[in-house]
């Protein structure tokens, strides 16, 4: 009980400051050019207001995530490429956030960019909503890559965090272009240490990801 009362004081604490826990870095510490947008901190987004926990536009992962990722943006940099992170760490109250949602079935304001084609009332049942994530173990990415001139995102298919078949790595229906460029998302994350989620395009966490039964709470600030 003693050891359980100092975890959450340490974690009040350092959500208070700002401070990070051991392991867990910011991600302009490591890739100062990085390109975040971290989806919850915003309005754009399946919910359609900012989710519980999002405090700031600073993504936090784990070190070890965070000087992989760096591998894989300088990497597609040679191409003129770049990497554009959508999530990271997420805390945990965020994911109860998106469960309290769920169960609002008369809250659909952004149904029909996100899920137009789920009931949703279906969501846990299909898996798109879960009582845990492993973005809370802050090895988890969300991203996408964009034009290094532009700062265009290239064309996936479908939108980040749609929840249907359409996200899914392997769909058939979506042109050449676009399968083109989910295979090269594909292929630099998994050669530099990231295994995907066939269900989501964007979604990507790192091999030997250093929390792998622990699940963080602390805020993103």
């Known amino acids: 009980m003693k050891y359980h009362i100092s ?3 340490y974690f009040f604490i350092t959500s208070v400051h700002g401070q990070l826990p051991k392991g867990f870095v910011y991600i302009e510490s490591i890739i100062p050019d990085l390109d975040v947008e971290l989806r919850y901190y915003t309005s754009n987004n399946f919910v359609g207001k900012p989710i519980e926990g999002y405090i700031s536009n600073r993504l936090i992962l784990t070190r070890e995530t965070a000087i992989a990722l760096k591998q894989v943006h300088e990497a597609l940099q040679e191409q003129n ?5 959508y999530d990271g760490y997420r805390p945990q109250k965020a994911v109860n956030h ?3 949602w769920a169960r609002d079935l008369n809250d659909t304001i952004n149904k029909g960019v996100f899920y137009p084609n789920v ?8 898996g798109y909503i879960a009582s845990r994530s492993g973005h809370s173990r802050g090895s ?4 996408t890559i964009i034009d290094g001139n532009t700062g265009i995102p290239l064309d996936m298919g479908s939108p980040y965090d749609f929840f ?4 899914w790595v392997n769909y058939k229906n979506i042109t050449d272009e676009q399968k083109t460029n989910r295979q090269l998302l594909q292929a630099f994350m998994l050669n530099f240490g990231f295994r995907n989620y066939s269900k989501e395009w964007w979604h990507f966490t790192l091999r030997g990801e250093p929390f792998r039964e622990d699940y963080f709470d602390f805020l993103v600030q």
């Open 7 to 9: 975890f959450l004081i």
């Open 81 to 85: 490429l770049c990497l554009k992170v």
């Open 140 to 143: 988890t990415v969300d991203l």
């Open 164 to 167: 249907g078949q359409e996200s």
């Open 98 to 100: 998106f469960i309290q």
């Open 119 to 126: 009931n949703k009332k279906n969501l846990f049942k299909a």
